[in-house]
């Protein structure tokens, strides 16, 4: 019945394709907002001015991305054409079969100096987990933001001072699930970062992550989206809070709210393109895909939004904020002055963990 | 009836009454039917299939027995309980299908299924996959043994015997905070891992206060919307479904600017000086704010089947009750509120059905304390993709559900339930 | 008003206005007499059953008081008034059993349950239902219903029971049967009973006597057989009972009589009940039956020729219309004896009446003078 039923959805489908053969729909699923806008500007709409018969149709559902590629893929019924996701997601999504694989070299263009693909990628970001299916557009980071008007004195400066209420007083916000959160906080106790994950493995390192948690559990705001920290810092709300670092730059420099990075053990993520496995038209995803993770492309969505391109060709051609005119370099999360504690965050390892901590972690969150 | 072809009863021209009964309205049973054809195929599709697949993921295990074939029926000659590890041919199997399940990329589904049950074996299987290439000849198990000391360990072998048939109870078990283990012995979980058992319990009781919540306050609006004036119930309708016509995320937002402490009520309370400027009160993030938010979205659902219920109850029923000698309230008490037990049950049980089911509400406003089991199926479905838990946590949630329509229908009556 | 020291209930200039701008009921002045049934009569929207939710204390009067035995009522809410009340749709409640309806009055008046068991149990044999006690209201006939909301009215012994309409929504022959019912229980029991309805045969069949509303205003209340004989205006007339009018102006008044000119032709001989002088216009009442066909001369004062119009057989009596002195509704009921095959369509008649039957009353204002 389930076959039947596909294989008509996919006749269907077919015969509409067949009706519009000239031109070329590609679904586009991104997190809406000013990250879609970004790429409008930068990727779709130069891509649609060179190509006539192209047409983009954004989708802002990535949220849903996994569970929604998941769906279209095990129904045979993919219409989802190009999906960003992070890098854990793809991971997931590639161990599943859910996404293709990719060849850099072939897929995707070499650098103006004829540096191919797979060396001008930061290194690694195209295989993160050991996986093969991801084309990371930007590296992002989950970092600290706080309000310059709650503390006199000192402004809070390292990881340590997050779980410092005696001198940095107020409520925090984090984000609801146990990635990160572990880590900062063995960190904050004292663990060196080589350590956080080889003491994690261990019951009695959860346990002491979870146990520094403790100490500000009670003045914990538990953030779930990623507009939520910027507006409860900007509210009020709350004092200090984790969140992606391109948020906390529109709060700062777009809406001049009294907030200031603090960029101490950010945690670096990639985010990136997957193409579900069944997509319906693959010549056209590839030409697509060519041109939008191209060394001047990737440059030229900094200028809308503060999220480091993928290449190492592309950092010199960070340039000026399309609209406030700023140098965005230095607000990059790859810029040395602010990535010089990074803390490298482990795919494979939390891929190991996750369903364990989540429940460990919901279980001292509901408690 | 009776067998004597005599007896039986028929029409002028002879043909059985009965025969022809049935060919006259032969007819319209046909129209009837297609008639009901669409919204037949429409339940089928959009909400039979859905729910009957859930519940088949929620014991569906064929993937580590697909992934792994040659293993899973090697490993059955082993016994688990012995202190040994599996035999030579048990390796030999599994390097084949790791082999082969590595080229067709379907390795790591097995790995995130297994490793579901024990951390670690996702990145044992991946590591595996790509050294498993170079082994091409016996002897097989110390060279597995050699990629990685897991392969050592009797736990990882007990969890594959474990798994190997095609239904599994382990999701359900999950759902329950229990786990089996290779003896077939079902055990609590780690305390510090005890959550669903906690969370369908939260959810149940909050649920249900939520319901008494709308019940007080939508009983006397429903009551002023059955017994004003068409001229004035009909505006007070609108006010009653205008949250309808806005969005669920920009109601929960209000909630949050109203709520938070540097909302808008706190302000307004500091203003006129009844809490200090630094005693501001916690109303949002907590459980407060999941029943204050979850009251609000609820709460047409329940005055629209207990105000069709009043609609219905005659003005003279309170009369005659004043006219016999009770006072308005024993009247109220003894006539009118039992002629709207059909609305409050229907109004009961429609929010409490969809309280439990809610999901975006509680995660925006409920924070830490006010969150349901809905927010870790949803966590299940679109992050950790474990679709058999989320799916088995659905299935439990369904049969509560039914148990108490069941439980209704016992006490009160389902019959008895009015929707309007 | 001056009460009458038998009077249960007194409406003493009673006014009642629900928006201030219009009176429904307008000075309403009215003693009913303990024991008696009187009835509420009127078109709807004649402010009788206003009348009724008053005295019931489901409407407050805007101006004036209403005493029951001799106490003013106005302030007491209706649930210490002690009147019992048969609404028109029954209002049984249907959450109860036929026994927990009647036991209901008697319940909240705190009876012991010895008590409500033997009266419930007298009231079902009293409306003859005493094998139903046990069954819901819904699974009643109408007529069953019926006479439960009747006996719960009465169950508790009230002073006094209002029925609003209780009829209303029988079928014929149960309404008349009814009818019957409820008159006999009302001579066994002797409670005072005050009956609205906007059906004259019912209240001339129930009533000890009826107040015929009209425009918030008793146009007449008198005994049953006063109201049909000796209408006082020619509403009364005109609602009570089949009614020939004939218009025309008032030519001599001689004591207890006047002499009117028909505006279509003829003088006619009347009793003078609503003239005030020669002069005036009148409009003059007559009952179909007490018109005498195929009458000779000098049997009666007066005497007119008609043409029939119209013979409708009825089995006991022919129904015949006339055209009489300009109007072709002029009705006239014949008995089923051999005078009547005299009558055929489209021929002249004499018809005659005495002039004790023919009741000169006031004229309508809006008919204006012929020319």
Redesign the interface.
């Known amino acids: 019945?389930?076959w039947l039923?596909s294989s008509t959805i996919v006749a269907a489908g077919v015969a509409l394709a067949a009706g519009s053969a000239q031109a070329v729909d590609l679904t586009i699923v991104s997190w809406g907002g000013a990250y879609t806008a970004s790429q409008q500007k930068a990727y779709h709409d130069p891509y649609m001015a060179a190509n006539a018969d192209v047409n983009i149709i954004n989708d802002d559902n990535a949220?849903?991305g996994?569970?929604k590629v998941?769906a279209q893929v095990e129904s045979n019924n993919v219409t989802w054409d190009i999906v960003d996701m992070v890098a854990a997601?793809a991971i997931?999504a590639?161990?599943?079969?859910l996404i293709m694989?990719i060849d850099p070299d072939t897929w995707l263009a070499p650098a103006p100096d004829g540096t191919p693909a797979s060396e001008d990628f930061f290194a690694g970001t195209l295989s993160p987990?050991?996986t093969n299916c991801f084309i990371p557009q930007i590296v992002y980071s989950t970092t600290f933001g706080y309000r310059t008007d709650a503390f006199e004195g000192d402004q809070p400066s390292t990881i340590a001072d997050v779980f410092d209420m005696e001198k940095y007083p107020g409520?925090r916000s984090l984000e609801r699930?146990p990635i990160n959160n572990l880590e900062w906080a063995l960190l904050a106790d004292g663990v060196a970062p080589a350590d956080v994950y080889a003491t994690l493995s261990t019951d009695e390192g959860v346990?002491r992550a979870l146990a520094k948690l403790d100490t500000i559990?009670d003045q914990?705001?538990?953030w779930?989206?990623g507009a939520?920290p910027p507006q409860l810092l900007a509210?009020?709300?709350v004092v200090m809070a984790s969140a992606y670092n391109g948020r906390l730059f529109s709060a700062i420099a777009e809406k001049n709210q009294p907030i200031a990075m603090l960029w101490d053990r950010q945690v670096f993520d990639l985010d990136g393109w997957v193409v579900p496995v069944g997509v319906k038209d693959l010549e056209a995803v590839k030409a697509y895909l060519y041109f939008a993770t191209d060394t001047q492309r990737l440059a030229d969505q900094a200028k809308f939004i503060s999220y480091g391109p993928a290449r190492y060709s592309s950092a010199p051609l960070v340039g000026n904020h399309a609209d406030l005119g700023i140098d965005m370099k230095p607000h990059m999360p790859t810029d040395p002055n602010n990535a010089a504690t990074i803390f490298d965050f482990d795919y494979?390892?939390w891929?190991?963990?996750?369903?364990?901590l989540?429940?460990?972690f919901?279980?001292?969150?509901?408690k | 009836m009776s067998t004597a072809a005599d007896d039986t009863l028929r029409t002028a021209d002879g043909v059985p009454l009965k025969t022809s009964l049935r060919r006259a309205t032969a007819r319209r049973r046909v129209r009837t039917f297609l008639l009901v054809v669409p919204i037949l195929a429409f339940l089928m599709?959009t909400f039979v299939?859905p729910v009957v697949d859930m519940m088949f993921r929620s014991v569906d295990n064929q993937i580590v027995s697909s992934v792994l074939p040659r293993t899973t029926l090697a490993i059955q000659s082993w016994d688990p309980g012995s202190e040994e590890l599996p035999p030579e041919f048990v390796y030999e199997a599994l390097v084949l299908d790791i082999q082969e399940s590595f080229k067709?990329?379907?390795l790591?589904?097995a790995?995130?299924r297994l490793?579901?049950e024990k951390?670690?074996?996702?990145?044992l299987f991946?590591k595996s996959g790509?050294r498993a290439k170079r082994i091409t000849e016996a002897p097989f198990k110390d060279q597995v043994l050699a990629i990685d000391e897991r392969w050592a360990d009797l736990e990882t072998w007990q969890l594959i015997h474990q798994e190997s048939s095609a239904l599994t109870e382990s999701y359900f078990l999950s759902a329950a905070d229990l786990r089996v283990d290779y003896k077939g012995e079902i055990s609590w979980?780690a305390e510090?891992?005890?959550?669903y058992l906690?969370?369908f319990y939260?959810t149940l009781w909050m649920s249900g206060l939520i319901t008494v919540f709308c019940l007080l306050l939508g009983y006397p609006i429903a009551f002023l919307l059955a017994t004003l004036p068409p001229r004035h119930s009909n505006l007070l309708l609108i006010l009653v479904l205008l949250p309808f016509w806005t969005s669920l995320l920009v109601r929960t937002t209000a909630w949050i600017a109203l709520l938070?402490?540097?909302?808008v009520l706190n302000d307004l309370m500091v203003f006129l000086g009844f809490i200090s400027d630094d005693g501001r009160l916690q109303m949002i993030?907590n459980k407060i704010g999941t029943f204050v938010a979850m009251t609000h979205i609820l709460l047409p659902f329940m005055i629209l089947p207990l105000y069709s219920v009043m609609k219905t109850i005659?003005s003279?029923?309170m009369?005659?009750?004043?006219?016999?000698?009770?006072?308005?309230f024993?009247?109220f008490v003894?006539?009118y509120m039992?002629?709207t037990?059909p609305g409050i049950g229907a109004g009961c049980i429609l929010v409490f059905i969809l309280s439990i089911g809610y999901y975006i509400t509680p995660?925006?406003v409920g924070?830490?304390?006010g969150?349901f089991i809905s927010n870790?199926i949803a966590?299940h479905?679109?992050?950790?993709?474990?679709?058999g838990l989320a799916a088995a946590l659905g299935v439990i949630l369904l049969a509560l559900v039914l148990l108490l329509y069941f439980l209704y229908d016992r006490i009160v009556g389902v019959a008895n339930m009015k929707l309007g | 008003m001056i009460q009458d020291a038998q009077d249960i209930v007194v409406f003493d200039r009673v006014q009642k206005s629900y928006d201030g701008e219009t009176l429904v009921v307008k000075d309403l002045n009215l003693g009913i007499k303990t024991g008696e049934f009187l009835t509420m009569l009127g078109p709807s929207g004649s402010g009788k059953t206003t009348c009724l939710m008053m005295l019931?204390?489901?409407e407050p009067a805007t101006h004036g008081e209403i005493y029951l035995n001799d106490k003013p009522i106005n302030k007491v809410?209706?649930?210490?008034?002690?009147?019992?009340?048969v609404?028109?749709?029954y209002?049984?409640?249907?959450?109860m059993t036929v026994t927990e309806n009647l036991g209901?009055?008697l319940k909240?008046?705190k009876f012991r349950k010895s008590e409500i068991e033997a009266k419930v149990k007298r009231a079902l044999d009293m409306v003859r239902l005493p094998e139903f006690g046990g069954r819901r209201p819904g699974q009643l006939s109408g007529g069953q219903q019926q006479r439960v909301a009747v006996a719960?009215?009465l169950v508790?012994e009230p002073d006094i029971v209002?029925m609003d309409e209780p009829l209303g929504a029988l079928d014929k022959n149960l309404r008349e049967e009814m009818q019957y019912e409820i008159k006999h229980l009302h001579e066994e029991l002797g409670v005072t009973i005050v009956y609205v309805t906007h059906d004259q045969s019912e209240a001339l069949t129930m009533s000890n006597r009826i107040a015929v509303f009209n425009d918030g205003v008793i146009q007449q209340l008198a005994s049953p057989s006063v109201l049909y004989e000796q209408p006082e205006n020619r509403f009364v007339a005109q609602f009570i009972g089949e009614n020939n009018r004939l218009h025309g102006r008032v030519k001599s008044v001689e004591g207890q009589h006047c002499h009117v000119d028909l505006d279509g032709g003829g003088t006619i001989r009347a009793l003078n009940v609503r003239v005030e002088g020669a002069g005036v216009r009148t409009t003059l009442s007559l009952r179909p039956e007490r018109v005498i066909v195929a009458c000779q001369e000098g049997e009666v004062d007066n005497r007119i020729v008609g043409r029939v119009e119209e013979l409708i057989y009825l089995g006991d009596h022919i129904r015949a219309r006339l055209s009489v002195s300009g109007t072709e509704e002029f009705v006239v009921k014949i008995p089923n004896t051999d005078r009547h095959s005299a009558l055929r369509e489209g021929t002249d008649v004499n018809l005659g009446w005495a002039a004790e039957d023919c009741r000169a009353l006031d004229a309508p204002a809006e008919v204006a003078e012929p020319a």
């Not at chain 1, 919901?362 to 509901?366: C, H, I, K, P, V």
């Not at chain 2, 951390?119 to 990145?123: F, H, P, R, Y």
């Not at chain 2, 938070?260 to 909302?263: A, H, I, K, L």
């Not at chain 3, 809410?77 to 009340?85: W, Y």
Request: charged share 30%.
């Open positions: 019945m389930r039923l949220a849903e996994l569970a998941r997601d997931t590639c161990d599943e079969g694989e987990g050991g409520k699930r346990q559990k914990v705001v538990w779930t989206k939520q509210d009020g709300e494979v390892w891929a190991d963990h996750r369903a364990e989540d429940e460990v919901n279980t001292w969150l509901a | 599709v299939f067709d990329k379907t790591g589904r790995g995130r490793n579901y951390s670690g074996v996702m990145s991946r790509r979980k510090e891992r005890r959550i906690f969370l939260r938070q402490s540097e909302g993030h005659p003279s029923y009369r005659a009750a004043r006219s016999l000698g009770a006072s308005p024993t009247s003894r006539v039992p002629n037990v995660a925006l924070g830490r304390t969150t870790i966590l479905i679109s992050e950790t993709l474990n679709w | 019931a204390g489901f809410a209706p649930h210490r008034r002690n009147i019992g009340m609404f028109q749709d209002a049984l409640f249907p959450h209901f009055p909240v008046r719960r009215a508790f209002l």
